[in-house]
């Protein structure tokens, strides 16, 4: 079926398979592999990208659902050589370790920002509570978006 | 000493290609006329296969090739060679590839291995090491003893006992003849998953050219390139292996796993690279498993509370092959005394074939496991004593003098674990505990910790340094990064080696093993300790052929040169000086005529006299780098719902010397929490037919961010080591060994009940607290 979507301010007009996920999509077919697959169950968080503003599972999201809308991933977060904050925050924080859940982190909070760009600590967590990161570097994470939304 | 880039904060160099989703893991390669593999699991966890018809799923489309294990006649592993690639005529456990389906596409691939049908005859299946060693058990490996393996490792023939492992010291178990109080227990750590967040995945390329091109999600690109040069009959030479980004270890991506399997069934179609990523499902049923260990454990001490002797028995789960496990239960074995000195020990390992996911390397390899029995029961043992516990085990630290089990001295250089204690006990268990109220009880635990590394005795890292003609400086090496952040450390060691500001110094990024240097495998928190010596070693022969040419540039002696990073020049006149940059390709003089060497160098770095265990009595020099530690917890248990709530976790180690303290700091909060995640909630289960019950993170349920204690003491102690640079120790697998028993303590403390089972979930205390009230 033929789709049209935006992805990182740019759009695309697509003939796609209705079962296609938008992680596949994303991935194979536009060739973003910045979003990650952990599970591809909806339970881990690490392909989470941010669809009309809200943070998504992109495994549990199927392509026809995106029609008309607008994605935005990792790569779309930095702004040519200008990195987002919350990426330059990470660093500074140490909050990437393996890196793996950092892209799925990373959106989540930008999605937290995007509406509320001065949350609570309480806030904070509840945003990224769907994210799971095994080298549980969680509490620099949570510093590292406070420091951002605090900026 | 004063180090000027050692101790600093700096940050990884990786963390912006991670962080703009550039990092490329081994999901994210694609190369032209990819295939893709699906592999099919039993339905047995221990079969028979009578026949596999593969007819209907060669005719769906995109298949280009459907592979089984028929005629395969590899048997492949550097311990114990008992691993095929793919189920040859039985199955031993359900998460064995027993057929596989390569098509253009993964949905093809996924669609067609529905097709294939395979009967089985079912055989009994042994999930437990106790169920497997019955006398009357059916053989798992039919012939155990027909394969190959290490002279030091033995099997129990006729018994699915694939090694059994005894340590003596002193008398042994007669040694409790001089004991005054016994106390004794079995103690069990259950089947576990690293459950990195990156599933395991590997790609292998037959070429046209007759050599083999892979990549795999593995910190071992070295054995993977001897065993497929070995399996596939041809020069090591002509294997190429690459190591991308890797998303997380914690140990099961080491030791080769997935890609002999991928390696077979690429070798079916020659000319196309086949990948293979594990579904979150299948790295949980078809990589390694963690843990698996039963610990019976019997301690005897002197009324003085000086202990006398130790008896340890370890039966290891160790899954259907016993490659990956056997080396950890011989290290939980003969680590099982702690951090403590016995004058008898006798500790026996066996590792059991079961039909279960083999076990591999889980963060501590075999260290949490038995020292989670030898915590409980110091703690145990310091009642019966009537002593306190913290003087209890003073009295037995190891300390400068010790012989520990294996007849390993230990020396100033190996550490502090009495420092590390002190620590603790002034950060949890200053001042009175909360009283007990109406929703809650409240108790603090405590638990010490010792680590030693395993590894081959060969196990060596290696270190390539090139200077450019700017007087920067490339390192090239064999170490994988997993997020433990080795790549910052390479660094800071080079930095301060070499005296150059760490913005001049790169350090790779993924690891070829066409251009790096040897590394035997990125394992067992050795990194810092041998890759930064060996970092060290390059740097001073780099320096060395610098002040070479210098001394013709500035016709003085090589020993009266110094350097300082940027110049080489003479000791008693420092205006006498040569750049440093000018000698890095040579020294090109006036007429152009060049003189001096490259400034290159390679260097590798071991453990010194690592050794095998003797035959007879099990000893020998197998840490030499021990590291030494101490944990604590404050809880809370909640009375209505048996919820056990950490307050507060405290953790201190000696590693001799930090190198960069934001990293420290985040290695132990992430190996604390990961302990946490052990202590209360993470349980591989397998049902009575060997299927795992709760193959994905809804039912393995690791910590989340809201399981973080409200409060986190972190402290390390710098008593330098004799190898490290600078005297630093690993620190990667340590914060997890000790969380455990310092979590069971201090429930103890809290409501009086000993727990010799984890993981301790609120259904579990709930009835615990229950059976209590009624015994009372
Ligand atoms: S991959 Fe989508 S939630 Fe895990
Ligand atoms: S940084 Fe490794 S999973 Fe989060």
Redesign the interface.
Known sequence: MLIEFKVNAKQYKMDVCPTMRLLDLL?EEL???????????G??G?CTVIMEGKAVNSCLVLAPQICGKEII???G??DDRE?DLL?QK???H?A????????GM?MSAKALLMKNPHPTDEEI?TA??G????????????AAIKDAADA | MEYKYIGK?L??P???S????????L??I?IPGMLYAAILSPEYAHAKIINIDTSSAEKMPGVVKVVTGKDCCIRYGDNIADQTPMAVDKVRYAGEPVAAVVAETLEQANAAVEKIKVEYEPLLVYTDAREAMKEDAVLIHEHQEEYKRLPTLKCIPDTNVANYYRLIKGKGEEGFEEADVVVEGEFNYPIGS??????HGSIVWFKEDQSIECWSSSVCPFIIRQELAHTFDMPVSEVRVHIP??????GYKSDITVEITIAWIASFVPGRPVKWVA??REDFTSTLSGHGIRTFMKLGAKKNGKLVAIKSKILHSGGAFAETPVNVTITATHNSGGPYEYEHCFMEGYTVYTNTTPVGAFRGYGHPESQFATERLMDMLARKLDMDPFKFREVNYLREGSIVASGEKMWKTNGDVQAAAKKIQEAIFDGDKPEEDEDYYYGRGFAALSKAPKGATFSTKGCYMKMNIDGSVSINMGGAE????LRTVVKQVAAEALQIPPEKIHCYTEIDTQFSPYEWQTIGSMFTVQGGRAVIRAANKLIAILKKTASQVLKADEDMLDYNGEYVYLRNDPSIKVAVKDLARGYITSDGITIGEIAQASADARLPRYSNPDPETGQGTLGVEYTFGAQGAQIRVEKKTGKVIVDHFASSFDIGRVINP??AR?TV???V??GIGAALHEELIYDEQGHQKNP???RYR?????D?PPK?TVDFIENPGAVGPYGARGIGEHPFLAVVPAILNAIYDATGIDFYEIPITPEKMKQALADRKENA
């Open positions: 991935r060739r973003l592999t910045g979003t990650k697959e952990g599970c591809g169950e339970e881990c690490s991933t990792v790569e977060l930095a990195l990426q990470f660093m500074e140490s990437v370790e393996c890196g793996f859940c950092t892209p990373l967590r990224i509570a994210n799971l990161c095994r080298c549980a570097g969680y509490s620099k994470i949570v | 904060p940050p990884r990786d963390a912006i991670k962080a703009t989703g550039k990092a490329i893991y999901d994210d694609r690293a459950a990195a967040m990156e599933p980004e890797i998303g997380g270890s914690f579904t979150r997993q997020g433990q952040g934001l990293q985040g909060l992430g190996g929490l990961m994905h993170y809804g690791i910590p989340k961010m809201r973080i986190s």
